[in-house]
């Protein structure tokens, strides 16, 4: 029954189960007895593949975060500005594969990953200001070993610290926070 039901997503008219009711019926029997299972299971594992395009792709995107060529990683860390300004939805993706790609082994991606974020902050200041993790990726880079990445973390703290003198009442906590 859970072969049928789950690979060709029908349920038996006989006993009227739901595709819902279905999945509380396999997670019930797995708790009373796990081996009672084991031919459902690789259907269960193909059933939670996506089979949504969209999603696949930001998936496969995220990805390449963690290529082996170092000019992908440059180029997609160089894009993540452009996610942080417009795409809101995936804001909690970009933070942690940021938070990987600021401990590059490669200083190239080390600096754009500072330079996405205070690029992000100089067009769009409540984005990063919101986020207590990337003005903590900024601050991180400010003790880098390599002079080019130190001075452009420290300069985009200064450029949040100065937003933070002008406008002391429309600052977020982070920025407080970041800035104390």
Do not use: W
Request: net charge positive.
């Amino acid at each position: 029954y859970f072969k049928v039901a789950l690979f060709l997503g029908k349920s038996d008219s006989k006993t009227s189960l739901s595709s819902s009711r279905t999945y509380d019926l396999i997670y019930e029997l797995y708790i009373i007895s796990p081996p009672i299972l084991i031919s459902v299971f690789p259907q269960l594992e193909f059933k939670l593949k996506s089979t949504d395009e969209s999603e696949r792709m930001g998936s496969a995107f995220l990805g390449r975060f963690n290529d082996v060529s170092l000019s992908i990683r440059i180029k997609c860390v160089q894009h993540t500005m452009h996610f942080l300004l417009n795409h809101e939805e995936v804001t909690p993706d970009i933070i942690e594969v940021l938070k990987v790609r600021q401990h590059d082994p490669y200083e190239a991606v080390r600096f754009e990953v500072v330079t996405a974020i205070v690029s992000a902050a100089k067009r769009n200041f409540s984005i990063v200001a919101e986020s207590e993790d990337l003005l903590n990726f900024v601050k991180e880079r400010t003790m880098d070993k390599k002079f080019k990445i130190r001075k452009e973390a420290v300069n985009g703290l200064a450029f949040v610290y100065y937003r933070h003198i002008m406008q002391p009442l429309q600052i977020p906590g982070a920025v407080k926070k970041a800035v104390s």
